[in-house]
């Protein structure tokens, strides 16, 4: 057998171990990474399935995560990057997935324990923090192993004497598999038989929706100078979808509130733009939906949040002012029904009245589309996830003492463009 020279094999060797020297290790390079990006969601009962607080939590998922970088399906994020900043991003940069990948592909080095930062304070159970409220369900709902579950109702008295200012709210399910979403409604007490309607549709926005559950959506905090208002006497309703996946559970899910003891200078409202009318062929992998909707007074835009289901494709927001200008606020090339996240503006816009808001929705109903439950049939609108829907959520704030939002135009109810 021939052999290497022994200055080869030396050479060899002192590369390797420079290699290693240089390589990223966890203390230093890789639990900053974790620790910013990844530890809202992968710690103890929160939504990721495994933790990643510690080195011997971390190390057997190295491959994975090495992966989850580089296809970009972790963390999620799927906001054209070039289009605009969020204060919430959570994607990673490219030196950051590099960093991962060198760790990964030298062996998971776990590095001096010196180098490790502090872990983030976390209150348990709770991302805004310990609560200043609780509201539970006023009775547990068993899901079914099977079969299709219409929308469940629960009304919960909060017992506000006086108008109460919420900083933050948060709802956590019992049963996340089989939660589809949770949404929160205020019920002005004032109104004149003290009930809201269960579905908002036609010309009523969600102008009282304090929050929207969804995957990827757990809770909501308010900038220190913005709140939104519950009115002494109201109710909290919420809607609640579940869906079955083979097992029965028992569901009681809570809604944690933070409430601010003084008058904040803005006051929060949600607004949408939603299109009804869908009528999305069977087989076709680009159903372009179209709606829109008119600011009547001036206002700071916060975020944006699109909806949509099974079949959703892509979702984009134009917001066009009265001089004409127009701006793409966001582009979301590759929406996941998994994960349907809010996007908090890291510079907050000014809305003119008169300005418009245009959203356009795309939809893949053909075989091409994994999700798809069933691309042989014709789909409208409708409440279940086998149905589609069609909503651009926002909110913005408008100054504390300005009176209530004067109804918005009713949406488009025309055929889809």
């Known amino acids: 057998m021939k052999s290497f ?31 910013n990006r990844c530890l809202e969601c992968h710690r103890p009962g929160e939504a990721g399935p495994m933790a990643f607080r510690t080195y011997q939590e971390t190390r057997p998922w190295a491959k994975a995560i090495k992966q989850a970088v580089m296809t970009h399906n972790m ?24 960093t991962i990948t060198q760790w990964v592909d030298a062996g998971a080095p776990e590095g001096k324990a010196s180098e490790l930062p502090k872990l983030p304070e976390f209150t348990e159970g709770w991302v805004i923090g310990k609560p200043d409220l609780v509201l539970t369900m006023p009775k547990e709902f068993k899901i079914p ?51 809201r309607k269960r579905s908002p549709r036609g010309g009523e926005q969600f102008s009282d929706m304090l929050i929207g559950y969804a995957p990827g959506v757990p809770s909501l905090t308010w900038d220190a100078d913005t709140a939104f208002l519950v009115k002494a006497g109201s109710t909290f309703l919420l809607q609640v979808h579940y869906t079955t996946n083979g097992k029965e559970a028992i569901d009681k899910s809570v809604v944690g509130l933070k409430i601010r003891k003084d008058k904040p200078k803005y006051r929060a409202i949600c607004g949408s733009a939603t299109q009804f009318r869908l009528d999305i062929p069977p087989g076709e992998p680009n159903y372009e939906a179209k709606a829109a909707y008119t600011f009547r007074e001036d206002t700071t835009l916060l975020d944006l949040t699109p909806h949509m289901h099974l079949r959703g494709k892509a979702f984009k927001y134009v917001l ?25 503006l890291a510079e907050p816009r000014t809305v003119p009245a008169g300005s418009r808001m245009d959203v356009t929705a795309w939809y893949d109903n053909s075989a091409n589309n994994k999700y798809n439950p069933d691309p042989t049939q014709t789909v409208h609108w409708g409440d279940q996830t086998f149905n589609e829907m069609m909503i651009g959520f926002f909110n913005y704030k408008i100054p504390v003492d300005r009176p209530d939002p004067p109804k918005a135009e009713r949406p488009t109810r025309g055929a889809a463009q």
Not at 6 to 24: D, G, Q, R
Not at 320 to 343: C, I, M
């Open 5 to 35: 020279p022994i200055f080869v094999c030396s050479a060899m060797v002192f590369s390797s171990l420079a290699m290693a020297a240089k390589a990223p290790t966890y203390t230093k390079d890789v639990a900053p990474i974790l620790y």
């Open 75 to 98: 963390p999620p994020w799927y906001a054209d990057t070039t289009i605009d900043h969020f204060k919430n991003d959570r994607h990673l940069s490219a030196q950051e997935v590099a």
């Open 145 to 195: 192993a099977s079969g299709v579950v219409q929308y469940q109702y629960f009304t919960i008295d909060p017992g506000f004497t006086e108008d109460a200012w919420i900083q933050a709210a948060e709802v956590r399910p019992s049963q996340r598999a089989q939660v589809h979403h949770i949404l929160v409604f205020a019920q002005d007490g004032s109104a004149p038989d003290g009930k």
């Open 320 to 344: 066009t002012y009265p001089d004409g200008r127009s701006e793409v606020l966001l582009d979301v090339p590759h929406y996941d029904f998994n994960w349907q996240l809010a996007y908090v």
